[in-house]
């Protein structure tokens, strides 16, 4: 079974998940359910406008590090 493609945008940073976007967070969560299979998928391809690298980095860890490259949002975040 092939799964589709799909374009989730996060919106603000952390603040659909911590409360403060529930009309994203929502539009979130329907897209996946309405999109995407019960089955979990094998493995996913992330990809991220937020780093840049030169030559072009590819990671295949089961935990990535995380690149915070934004600022500015509550603590809890």
């Known amino acids: 079974m092939k799964f589709p493609i799909v374009f989730i945008n996060h919106g603000g940073g952390p603040?659909?998940?911590?409360?403060r976007q529930p009309e994203l967070a929502k539009h979130m969560k329907e897209i996946a359910s309405l999109h995407l299979p019960p089955r979990q998928p094998k493995a996913t391809v992330a990809l991220s406008a937020?780093?840049?690298?030169?030559?072009?980095?590819v990671t295949s860890s089961i935990n990535p590090s995380m690149l915070f490259d934004y600022n500015g949002f509550p603590p809890e975040t």
């Open 50 to 57: 937020h780093y840049e690298a030169d030559p072009v980095e």
């Open 15 to 19: 603040l659909p998940l911590i409360g």
